[in-house]
T-cell receptor, first 113, second 115 residues
């Protein structure tokens, strides 16, 4: 079955630290991957997406993700986090068989000021 | 532009009771989705509508869950009777069309607690 997994459930960082959140997918064929973010008290919103082309994708608020096909990974990165990045981050993949988004379990990030 | 609206934001019911959630998508969005997000997990698609027709309801527990989008705009999701394991956040999302290239916009969700 096509699935997306996130290994880190909780991450705590200090401001200005670098961030890398792991995401792995389990399916082949056409791969379309997404990162969503949910800030406290707000709705889920799209951070960035990968469809094809340059495997390094840049999103909003200084986030980027790299698609590494050989590792089945799409990790989210930010060179220097801010307190306002405190949120829950979800990796998702487009499930070709079901024609739907399949989400990972999420990573809760806390940035200490 | 106005986002996806959902109501109520919170609901507490006892098991075996029924409950209904309402969603108003972004104006002009043909596709509407209902997701269930259990605590500690990512959202899971329950049902997808294209206008007023069902595109996919393969993950909807049809013995107790039902959903409709009669006029192709607003939608309601109903649970009858509720079980303890239905405690979750129910998210509504909408998009211009159906498929991987259409961004889904999410509402604030309805947090359901079944006691």
């Amino acid at each position: 079955a096509q699935s997306v997994s996130q290994h880190n459930h909780h991450v705590i960082l200090s401001e200005a630290a670098s961030l890398e959140l792991g995401c792995n997918y389990s399916y082949g064929g056409t791969v379309n991957l997404f990162w969503y973010v949910q800030y406290p008290g707000q709705h889920l919103q799209l951070l960035l997406k990968y469809f094809s082309g340059d495997p390094l994708v840049k999103g909003i608020k200084g986030f980027e993700a790299e698609f590494i096909k050989s590792k089945f990974s799409f990790n989210l990165r930010k060179p220097s986090v801010q307190w306002s990045d405190t949120a829950e981050y979800f990796c998702a993949g487009w499930n070709n068989a079901g024609n739907m988004l399949t989400f990972g379990g999420g990573t809760r990030l806390m940035v200490k000021p | 532009e106005a986002g996806v609206a959902q109501s109520p934001r919170y609901k507490i019911i006892e098991k075996r009771q029924s409950v209904a959630f309402w969603c108003n998508p972004i104006s002009g969005h043909a596709t509407l989705y209902w997701y269930q997000q259990i605590l500690g997990q990512g959202p899971k698609l329950l049902i997808q509508f294209q206008n007023n027709g069902v595109v996919d309801d393969s993950q909807l527990p049809k013995d107790r869950f039902s959903a409709e989008r009669l006029k192709g705009v607003d939608s309601t999701l109903k649970i009858q009777p509720a079980k303890l394991e239905d405690s979750a956040v129910y998210l509504c999302a909408s998009s211009l069309g159906t498929g991987r290239t259409y961004e889904q916009y999410f509402g604030p969700g309805t947090r359901l607690t079944v006691t």
